[in-house]
């Protein structure tokens, strides 16, 4: 990047600016490359009905209120927003897992089944695992199977007797000063 960049100083620090920015993005394309965002969809909100929505609105309202004026009929009033809420919320989610669960008694439900182990799985991978690694000339791999390709030669080298020069001399010059008492765990 320091090579690319032209980190000379200009008059106009905005073109500066948008220069610095534009070539940070470059470099950072090539070394990182894109990603495709994924769709984004609401955590949990698929049992949503009518009822449920109509009770989070008033909820939101009665908070609304209540931020504007803390007065203690708004406290109650939300609160008793907040109980109404859990509880269409709670028959909303039971009445939805009760009809999942008779679909997926049934021969077309098993299917569903290993959808729902497959988006399961795809969900809890770690996605914070590093995606990429240097070679050995320092060329930045990104692909499964290089990455793959780059571990195998490394465990290669490494059990193989590559680092054979290396050996530790251990020292046995103990005597009754150097023991001492150790606590088995």
Not at 2 to 17: I, K, Q, Y
Not at 145 to 164: A, C, H, S, T, V
Request: glycine share 8%.
């Amino acid at each position: 990047m320091l090579h690319e960049g032209p980190w000379e100083e200009e008059e106009d620090a905005n073109d500066m600016w948008l220069k610095m920015a534009t070539c940070v993005r470059k470099v950072a394309l090539e070394v990182l490359g894109v990603s495709r965002g994924g769709k984004q969809e609401g955590k949990g909100t698929w049992w949503w009905n009518d009822e449920v929505q109509r009770a989070i609105k008033g909820k939101k309202e009665c908070f609304k209120c209540l931020h504007l004026d803390k007065s203690a009929s708004n406290i109650e009033g939300y609160k008793l927003g907040k109980r109404a809420e859990k509880r269409a919320v709670s028959v909303a989610k039971g009445k939805a897992y009760d009809d999942l669960y008779q679909r997926l008694g049934t021969k077309e439900g098993e299917k569903d089944i290993y959808r729902m182990a497959r988006i399961h799985e795809k969900k809890t991978r770690d996605i914070n695992q590093i995606k990429c690694i240097k070679d050995g000339t320092d060329r930045l791999l990104v692909k499964d199977d290089e990455i793959k390709g780059r571990w195998r030669e490394y465990f290669d080298k490494l059990f193989n007797g590559e680092n054979e020069g290396i050996t530790f001399e251990l020292d046995d010059s103990f005597d009754d000063t150097n023991r001492c008492f150790v606590r088995r765990f």
